[in-house]
């Protein structure tokens, strides 16, 4: 098998372990769902870079030894500090804030002529 075999093949198997997932979910008081509601979005998000990856056919083969993937993945981002995206989150509220602050003044600017 070659190397975009073995990746789309390791894709698949993840989008089969998130289709399960969320099954299970869905099974669930809408409370519990929301409680997963972040673990959701994460496993989403590595289904889409799984999308464009490009793993060495090594890499494809031991992630594909896993009976779940994805959820494996998932585990080594929740180990991972998050301080980057905390700050990133921050910055963004920040930036937002000061937009409508300066859309504020040039409006009032604009309303004093």
Do not use: H, W
């Not at 990746?7 to 372990?17: D, F, G, H, R």
């Not at 979005?41 to 056919?57: F, G, K, N, S, Y």
């Not at 937009?99 to 409006?107: A, L, P």
């Amino acid at each position: 098998m070659d190397q975009e075999e073995l990746n789309t093949q390791l894709y698949e198997k993840m989008v089969a372990e998130q289709k399960t997932y969320r099954e299970q979910l869905l099974l669930l008081p809408p409370e519990k769902i929301l409680d997963n509601a972040a673990e959701y979005a994460v496993r989403e998000d590595i289904i889409l870079t799984m999308e464009d990856a490009d793993l060495t056919p090594r890499q494809c083969r031991a992630l594909l030894k896993s009976d779940s993937p994805l959820a494996d993945v998932y585990e080594k981002i929740g180990k991972r500090d998050n301080s980057d995206y905390m700050e990133m989150v921050a910055d963004a509220v920040e930036c937002r804030a000061n937009e409508i602050i300066r859309d504020d003044f040039k409006r009032s600017r604009e309303e004093a002529r």
